[in-house]
């Protein structure tokens, strides 16, 4: 299988060519290569702009992907896509371009930056057949996965970064890991947000339908320790992303090349608009 990429402005642009292209790598992920990509990135973002010349030569140079311009003559050459910029505002922009061709996508969180666009983007996959996947890749870590009583559990507290992005304000960027991963567990039925902001951190409060209960502390600069601890009236989970053996990063590439051939998503695009729905909530609290 062939994967066509858009995007090298992001550390995903390298660590998923990896896992796909690099046989040698020990989290390898069998059954396609990313052979082109559409070297794009954001002029008004430097997180993306800067960035971009030294993905720009990894992918090129040592994976041996060759770069393309013309997006018609990318997908004549690929049987799926990634569309993995970290400038989450041209999603839907890109997605309009490759959507009508009905090959398998899968979007780099997040997948769009409004309900609204995530409806225009749900509609067109549906008219033209064109399967999606999005999804954090903290939904496939290894201890994510392994816990086997969701319906039990009563209570969580999750921690992680939670940096924040003028151009994709919010949770819209870094916090949607985190919301991905309590909707993972604890699922999108959420009666009562409260939020609480201090300098370097900030709590939120999440009161689930069936009287789960869920905190957060996100801390306002980055870093890789994300984890949590998960109550129910017999176990206590004790999750450490950090410390796993498996990248969840690999975990997530797993799943994206599942659905690329079966282009069956193992997360539903109904759950996907719930998390954006959840995010603008959480938002609308820090009103951005």
Partial sequence: MNIGLIGLDTSHSEIFTRLINDNEDPFHVK??????VI???SKDMAISSERFPTY????????????IEDVEELMKLVDAVIIGTVDGRNHLEWFKKVVRYGKPIFIDKPIVMSSVEMEELMRLSIQYGTPIMSSSSLRFSESVMNITDKEQLRSGYFYGPVP???????YLWYGIHLIEMI???FGTDIKQIKLKSNEDYEYINMIFN??????VRGENVW???FGAVLHSSENVHTLKL???????YAGLIEHVMAFFKSRITPVPLVETAEIIKIVERINSLKKV
Avoid: C
């Fill in 39 to 41: 070297p794009t990135f």
């Fill in 31 to 36: 059954g396609g290569k990313i052979t082109h």
């Fill in 242 to 248: 950090w410390q796993e053996r498996k990248p969840y």
């Fill in 183 to 185: 909707v993972t567990i």
């Fill in 164 to 170: 924040m992005q003028e151009k994709m304000p919010g």
């Fill in 223 to 225: 870093h890789d320790r």
């Fill in 56 to 67: 720009f030569e990894i992918v090129k140079t040592k994976y041996g992907v060759q770069p």
């Fill in 210 to 215: 069936n009287k789960a209960e869920v905190i």
